[in-house]
Protein backbone atom coordinates (compact mmCIF):
# COMPACT_ATOMS: atom_id res chain seq x y z
CA UNK A 1 0.00 0.00 0.00
CA UNK A 2 1.77 3.65 -0.93
CA UNK A 3 1.11 5.96 1.63
CA UNK A 4 -0.73 9.11 0.15
CA UNK A 5 1.51 12.69 0.05
CA UNK A 6 1.92 15.10 3.16
CA UNK A 7 -0.09 18.06 2.95
CA UNK A 8 2.59 20.14 2.68
CA UNK A 9 0.95 22.19 5.66
CA UNK A 10 2.69 19.42 7.53
CA UNK A 11 5.86 21.18 6.81
CA UNK A 12 4.88 24.94 8.25
CA UNK A 13 5.96 24.06 11.54
CA UNK A 14 9.53 23.02 10.11
CA UNK A 15 9.99 25.54 8.35
CA UNK A 16 9.20 28.29 11.16
CA UNK A 17 11.58 26.46 13.00
CA UNK A 18 14.58 27.09 10.46
CA UNK A 19 13.52 30.71 9.12
CA UNK A 20 13.75 31.61 13.16
CA UNK A 21 17.84 30.25 12.45
CA UNK A 22 18.47 33.22 10.35
CA UNK A 23 20.41 35.74 11.88
CA UNK A 24 19.44 39.58 11.85
CA UNK A 25 21.42 40.39 8.91
CA UNK A 26 21.57 37.73 6.75
CA UNK A 27 19.24 36.64 4.36
CA UNK A 28 18.45 32.97 2.87
CA UNK A 29 16.28 31.47 -0.14
CA UNK A 30 12.87 29.35 -0.49
CA UNK A 31 14.90 26.92 -1.86
CA UNK A 32 17.76 27.47 1.18
CA UNK A 33 14.44 26.53 3.83
CA UNK A 34 13.13 23.93 2.00
CA UNK A 35 16.83 22.00 1.41
CA UNK A 36 16.78 22.28 5.02
CA UNK A 37 13.34 20.94 5.79
CA UNK A 38 14.19 18.44 3.57
CA UNK A 39 11.62 15.52 3.13
CA UNK A 40 10.38 16.59 -0.11
CA UNK A 41 9.61 20.15 1.00
CA UNK A 42 10.14 22.56 -1.98
CA UNK A 43 10.32 26.22 -2.53
CA UNK A 44 6.77 27.04 -3.23
CA UNK A 45 5.65 25.34 0.59
CA UNK A 46 8.44 27.44 1.78
CA UNK A 47 6.40 30.46 0.17
CA UNK A 48 2.98 29.16 1.05
CA UNK A 49 3.80 28.93 5.03
CA UNK A 50 5.02 31.85 5.22
CA UNK A 51 1.92 33.80 3.77
CA UNK A 52 -0.15 31.43 6.31
CA UNK A 53 2.29 33.63 8.95
CA UNK A 54 -0.80 35.16 10.34
CA UNK A 55 0.17 36.62 13.77
CA UNK A 56 2.77 34.68 14.08
CA UNK A 57 4.94 37.07 11.27
CA UNK A 58 5.56 39.19 14.08
CA UNK A 59 8.15 36.50 16.15
CA UNK A 60 8.89 34.60 12.57
CA UNK A 61 11.26 36.35 10.50
CA UNK A 62 9.74 36.07 7.28
CA UNK A 63 11.57 39.46 6.07
CA UNK A 64 15.04 37.54 6.03
CA UNK A 65 13.92 34.81 3.12
CA UNK A 66 14.03 36.15 -0.15
CA UNK A 67 13.87 34.53 -3.96
CA UNK A 68 17.16 32.78 -5.45
CA UNK A 69 18.40 36.27 -7.26
CA UNK A 70 18.24 37.97 -3.62
CA UNK A 71 15.27 39.64 -5.45
CA UNK A 72 11.88 40.55 -2.69
CA UNK A 73 9.26 38.18 -3.64
CA UNK A 74 6.31 40.54 -1.51
CA UNK A 75 5.57 43.72 -2.35
CA UNK A 76 4.02 46.30 -0.48
CA UNK A 77 4.47 44.46 3.23
CA UNK A 78 7.77 46.67 4.02
CA UNK A 79 10.37 43.55 3.51
CA UNK A 80 13.41 45.75 2.01
CA UNK A 81 12.64 48.01 4.29
CA UNK A 82 13.16 45.79 7.30
CA UNK A 83 15.77 44.50 5.70
CA UNK A 84 17.71 47.49 5.05
CA UNK A 85 17.06 48.57 9.11
CA UNK A 86 18.62 44.92 9.46
CA UNK A 87 21.87 46.23 7.40
CA UNK A 88 20.86 44.23 4.55
CA UNK A 89 22.45 45.79 1.43
CA UNK A 90 21.23 46.07 -2.00
CA UNK A 91 22.05 46.09 -5.65
CA UNK A 92 21.11 48.35 -8.35
CA UNK A 93 18.64 46.30 -9.60
CA UNK A 94 17.34 46.01 -5.68
CA UNK A 95 18.47 42.30 -5.11
CA UNK A 96 19.74 41.80 -1.70
CA UNK A 97 23.59 41.41 -2.16
CA UNK A 98 23.55 37.75 -1.54
CA UNK A 99 27.78 37.71 -1.71
CA UNK A 100 27.72 39.98 1.35
CA UNK A 101 24.39 38.47 3.38
CA UNK A 102 23.20 34.72 1.96
CA UNK A 103 22.78 33.16 5.64
CA UNK A 104 25.34 29.95 5.35
CA UNK A 105 22.96 27.84 7.25
CA UNK A 106 22.62 26.29 10.54
CA UNK A 107 25.55 24.58 12.18
CA UNK A 108 25.38 20.66 11.33
CA UNK A 109 25.57 20.33 15.31
CA UNK A 110 22.12 22.12 15.44
CA UNK A 111 20.34 20.83 12.53
CA UNK A 112 20.96 17.16 13.12
CA UNK A 113 20.03 17.51 17.18
CA UNK A 114 16.79 18.75 15.91
CA UNK A 115 16.20 16.67 12.93
CA UNK A 116 17.26 19.16 10.27
CA UNK A 117 19.34 18.56 7.02
CA UNK A 118 22.32 21.58 5.98
CA UNK A 119 23.34 23.10 3.05
CA UNK A 120 25.33 22.00 0.94
CA UNK A 121 29.08 23.52 1.54
CA UNK A 122 29.90 25.54 -2.04
CA UNK A 123 33.75 25.89 -2.58
CA UNK A 124 34.68 29.72 -3.01
CA UNK A 125 37.26 30.58 -5.78
CA UNK A 126 39.42 32.78 -5.15
CA UNK A 127 39.34 36.58 -6.24
CA UNK A 128 42.26 36.04 -8.21
CA UNK A 129 41.02 33.04 -10.45
CA UNK A 130 38.95 35.56 -12.23
CA UNK A 131 41.73 37.90 -12.83
CA UNK A 132 43.42 35.35 -14.38
CA UNK A 133 41.34 35.51 -17.32
CA UNK A 134 42.10 39.02 -18.17
Not at 65 to 75: A, C
Not at 80 to 98: I, K
Not at 100 to 124: D, I, K, M, V, Y
Amino acid sequence: MTQSPRDERDYFERIYTVVEQVPWGKVATYGDIATLVGDGCDARVVGHALGALGARSATVPWQRIINRTGGISLTGHGQRERLEEEGVAFDDRGNARMDAHHWSGPSEEWARANGFQTLPRTAEKPASAQLRLF
